[in-house]
């Protein structure tokens, strides 16, 4: 295994010019929605909408406003969060979702089948189905430039930083430092989310400093893995077992007899 990649996404220093966007869309030549023609959605300067097969980055715009000139802009780019114990992964049938040797969940596209079991696994509704080939597409972390020692082309396209690649142990020491600069000057509300564990889902190589609610930003405000709803469902399958197993040692008994 390499070292750990990640990134770390300062949405304080974001100014949504959608140059991630952008390069992601052409490192992967990605396809444009409708043959690049489609309505404007009407929402703020965000026509992106969502993160779907053939958007693996989107920006999102969030206006806080309760009179002209009194509110304030957030924006965040958006994307995989890079789970490292990953629902879709544990989800998926084929093997097509795997980590690879940088801890990122890539999928397969060849192996893909297509069930969209990762699509209903995934918390933050990162994954769709393309309507081009039926296969699950998101994004990779670029993980082609990092074979090749190359920063991913939305980190290398962002202006301001706000994307940042590398290991994501210096990551997180990057972003705790930046959360008590932002504190001492006075932003209280500065976090991070995902960058730890928590009781129901595990840290993302793909984390966030946000300054409000997770939800604001589209964000579940406490993911859930889904697989631990399905403890009871676990127990009661080994009972079932263990009972149908009784039961057939019971008949063989007294077949026996």
Same mark, same amino acid.
């Given at each position: 295994?390499?070292?750990?990649?990640?990134?770390?996404?300062?949405?304080?220093?974001?100014?949504?010019?959608?140059?991630?966007?952008?390069?992601?869309?052409?490192?992967?030549?990605?396809?444009?929605?409708?043959?690049?023609?489609?309505?404007?959605?009407?929402?703020?300067?965000?026509?992106?909408?969502?993160?779907?097969?053939?958007?693996?980055?989107?920006?999102?715009? +969030?206006?806080?406003?309760?009179?002209?000139?009194?509110?304030?802009? &957030?924006?965040?780019?958006? +994307?995989?969060?890079?789970?490292?114990?990953?629902?879709?992964?544990?989800?998926?049938?084929?093997?097509?979702? %795997?980590?690879?040797?940088?801890?990122?969940?890539? %999928?397969?596209?060849?192996?893909?089948?297509?069930?969209?079991?990762? +699509?209903?696994?995934?918390?933050?509704?990162?994954?769709?189905?393309?309507?081009?080939?039926?296969? /699950?597409?998101?994004?990779?972390?670029?993980?082609?430039?990092?074979?090749?020692?190359?920063?991913? /082309?939305?980190?290398?396209?962002?202006?301001?930083?706000?994307?940042?690649?590398?290991?994501?142990?210096? &990551?997180?020491?990057?972003?705790?430092?930046?959360?008590?600069?932002?504190?001492?000057?006075?932003?209280?509300?500065?976090? &991070?989310?995902?960058?730890?564990?928590?009781?129901?889902?595990?840290?993302?190589?793909?984390?966030?400093?946000?300054?409000?609610?997770?939800?604001?930003?589209?964000?579940?405000? /406490?993911?859930?893995?889904?697989?631990?709803?399905?403890?009871?469902?676990?127990?009661?399958?080994?009972?079932?077992?263990?009972?149908?197993?009784?039961?057939?040692?019971?008949?063989?008994? &007294?077949?026996?007899?």
């Amino acid at each position: 295994m390499a070292e750990p990649m990640g990134f770390f996404t300062d949405t304080t220093v974001c100014i949504g010019c959608k140059a991630c966007e952008v390069a992601c869309k052409e490192w992967n030549q990605l396809p444009a929605e409708n043959g690049g023609i489609r309505e404007l959605s009407g929402d703020s300067y965000d026509n992106t909408r969502q993160l779907d097969g053939i958007h693996w980055r989107h920006v999102r715009f +969030v206006e806080q406003f309760t009179a002209p000139y009194q509110g304030r802009w &957030l924006m965040m780019s958006d +994307v995989c969060k890079h789970c490292v114990t990953a629902p879709c992964q544990q989800a998926c049938p084929t093997g097509a979702l %795997i980590h690879t040797e940088f801890d990122n969940v890539y %999928i397969q596209p060849d192996i893909c089948n297509g069930c969209a079991y990762c +699509v209903a696994a995934c918390p933050f509704g990162v994954i769709t189905r393309s309507a081009l080939d039926g296969h /699950a597409h998101k994004c990779t972390l670029c993980y082609d430039r990092q074979r090749d020692g190359l920063v991913p /082309a939305c980190a290398k396209a962002c202006p301001t930083q706000s994307i940042q690649f590398g290991p994501i142990d210096a &990551l997180r020491e990057r972003a705790r430092a930046r959360v008590e600069q932002l504190h001492q000057r006075g932003v209280p509300g500065a976090y &991070l989310y995902g960058d730890a564990p928590s009781a129901t889902y595990s840290a993302l190589n793909s984390f966030y400093l946000l300054i409000d609610r997770p939800s604001v930003y589209g964000l579940p405000d /406490a993911p859930f893995n889904p697989w631990l709803h399905m403890k009871g469902d676990y127990i009661r399958a080994i009972a079932s077992g263990v009972v149908a197993i009784a039961v057939f040692l019971s008949v063989l008994f &007294l077949l026996g007899r």
